[in-house]
Every structure is written in structure tokens, then in C-alpha cells.
T-cell receptor, first 115, second 110 residues
Framework: GAVVSQHPSRVICKSGTSVKIECRSL??????MFWYRQFPKQSLMLMAT?????????EQGVEKDKFLINHASLTLSTLTVTSAHPEDSSFYIC???????????FGQGTRLTVV | GDSVTQMEGPVTLSEEAFLTINCTYT??????LFWYVQYPGEGLQLLLK?????DKGSNKGFEATYRKETTSFHLEKGSVQVSDSAVYFC?????????FGTGTSLTVIP
């Protein structure tokens, strides 16, 4: 199957700093990218959906100024957690969809810890 | 709207026991259906998928059949191993987004 690379896999940052997480589709063009957040022992919560070249669509309750999403090309989307706080500590997962619309492929996730 | 309902866990089985994890869905279109597995501290791994009605997905001894008449995609394995201990997520993909079940934690004891 197609490969989605998410980087970094783990990051620890200080409160008040910003962290950028990258999601790349390595061998296909991702027309749509999804960003999820997963709390311990829970399912994935969709944060936002982005299409290349357009603004991301955020789910209700997700602060767009807090979680900046950029989908600048068909192979790269980034999630920037701005002014991070300990409550932002979580597991973040991206997923990239193709124009076939039958499947999307997941990155390996990023464990963010804000201290 | 579209949604997935998955059997609650946790599930504890002895090695070589039969596994069933129920999953039903609600969808307005013709979604693709998936089972993902997540090991502790890791991301999601695709276990199997089915893209249309009556398709059977299979991998590593796991199977699930896309049943439109019962809107189900139950996961089964005839003989589980300790290494199958993980959290399993049923999901549907509409082309616009994924809808996930709540996840079922499986522990297999020797």
C-alpha cells in the first residue's frame, strides 16, 4: 500500500513554544489530508480536513488558531501546535487520501509531550 | 449521519480461542470498510479492508466480510495468539473522511 511518513515520531517541548508536525505522502498524491488526535485509551478524534491549496476545515471545538494546518502541496501537510500547553500533550495522527476516494493511509503518529 | 458502532471491550481470551469483534455501520453512500490494529505506543496499522458489498478482507488469519444487508463488518479469527493483543478499530471511509469505532482492546493470555 501507499506510504505516509509522519515526523517527528516523538517530541517534547516547553510550554509556550510551537511545534510543527509533518505528514508526507511518499509515493502518491494526497488530495486530502486528515489530522486526528488520540487521547489515551480512546478512539481517534478528527481535528481537521485539508485539501491541497485551500484552507483546512476544522471540526467543531478545534481551535484553528491553536492548531495551524497547511497543505501546501499534494505530498505535504503540516500541523503546527502554537503556544503549546501541557493539555495539548497527546498522540497526533495524520492520514492522506487519494483521488480514488476508496482509502486513506495513516502516518505512524506523533507523541507530543508539553512540559 | 455516518457512524460506526463497535463492540465494547476489553476482551480477554486464551491463546487459540476464537475471536469475534462486532462492528456495524451507518452510511448514506457506499463506503469502504476497514479494520485497523494499534499496538501500545504506535500508530494505526491497516489489518484488512473491503471496498464493496460481499467483499471479504483477510490478513494474518483475520477475516471480515462487508455485509450490506446487515450493515456489518465483524472481525473474526479462528485461533488467536498472544501477539494479537492490541486495540482494534473498525472504520468506514466515505471518501471525505473516516469514521472510527471506539476501539476494542484485546488481551490474549497464554
Amino acid at each position: 500500500g501507499a506510504v505516509v511518513s509522519q515526523h517527528p515520531s516523538r517530541v517534547i517541548c516547553k510550554s509556550g513554544t510551537s511545534v510543527k508536525i509533518e505528514c508526507r505522502s511518499l509515493d502518491f498524491q494526497a488530495t486530502t489530508m486528515f489530522w486526528y488526535r488520540q487521547f489515551p485509551k480512546q478512539s481517534l478524534m478528527l481535528m481537521a480536513t485539508s485539501n491541497e491549496g485551500s484552507k483546512a476545515t476544522y471540526e467543531q471545538g478545534v481551535e484553528k488558531d491553536k492548531f495551524l494546518i497547511n497543505h501546501a502541496s499534494l505530498t505535504l501537510s503540516t500541523l503546527t501546535v502554537t503556544s503549546a500547553h501541557p493539555e495539548d500533550s497527546s498522540f497526533y495522527i495524520c492520514s492522506a487520501g487519494t483521488d480514488m476516494n476508496t482509502e486513506a493511509f495513516f502516518g505512524q503518529g506523533t507523541r507530543l509531550t508539553v512540559v | 449521519g455516518d457512524s460506526v458502532t463497535q463492540m465494547e471491550g476489553p476482551v480477554t481470551l486464551s491463546e487459540e480461542a476464537f475471536l469475534t469483534i462486532n462492528c456495524t455501520y451507518t452510511a448514506t453512500g457506499y463506503p469502504s470498510l476497514f479494520w485497523y490494529v494499534q499496538y501500545p505506543g504506535e500508530g494505526l496499522q491497516l489489518l484488512l479492508k473491503a471496498t464493496k458489498a460481499d467483499d471479504k478482507g483477510s490478513n494474518k488469519g483475520f477475516e471480515a466480510t462487508y455485509r450490506k444487508e446487515t450493515t456489518s463488518f465483524h472481525l473474526e479469527k479462528g485461533s488467536v495468539q498472544v501477539s494479537d493483543s492490541a486495540v482494534y478499530f473498525c472504520a468506514l471511509y466515505t471518501g471525505n473522511q473516516f469514521y472510527f469505532g471506539t476501539g476494542t482492546s484485546l488481551t490474549v493470555i497464554p
